[in-house]
């Protein structure tokens, strides 16, 4: 089970993050936020179904924060890569993408993505708010 959503800014897939990091009914297998010029992608896969409930709550937290994601085909490319193994980096160099994130939910790696990103530009842009 899975879900892939866009999200407008760097605080609401913060939000995604800290929610999944204190819930204790999520079996993650794993969580990958990339960065786009546009926006943010997050997708969430777990390692077993959950029930129907549990999954349709998560659904609707997500469904307040962004919208669901139709990957095109380079996108495709990177989050199965990443899911059968390929370093983020390779990813990175081959597709061209901003893969801030893959593995275990992590706060600490978005922020860094962000600090360093404004840093390097002189300003924030409205995707990094």
């Known amino acids: 089970m899975e879900f892939l959503y866009c999200l407008a800014n760097a605080?609401?897939?913060l939000?995604?993050?800290?929610?999944?990091?204190?819930?204790?009914?999520?079996?993650?297998?794993f969580v990958t936020v990339i960065h786009q010029i546009?926006?943010?992608?997050?997708?969430?896969?777990?390692s077993r179904p959950v029930d129907e409930q549990t999954a349709g709550d998560f659904r609707a937290f997500l469904d307040e924060l962004g919208i669901p994601f139709t990957p095109?085909?380079?996108?495709?490319m990177v989050l199965w890569g990443l899911e059968t193994g390929q370093s983020p980096i390779e990813v990175m160099q081959r597709y061209q993408v901003a893969v801030v994130s893959h593995g275990?939910?992590?706060r600490e790696e978005i922020e860094e993505f962000r600090k360093q990103f404004v840093q390097g530009l002189g300003y924030c842009p409205e995707t990094l708010a």
């Open 15 to 29: 939000r995604i993050v800290e929610h999944l990091h204190h819930s204790k009914q999520f079996p993650l297998s």
């Open 11 to 13: 605080s609401l897939t």
């Open 104 to 106: 275990s939910p992590d």
């Open 72 to 76: 095109n085909i380079r996108i495709q």
């Open 38 to 46: 546009d926006g943010w992608i997050v997708r969430v896969k777990l």
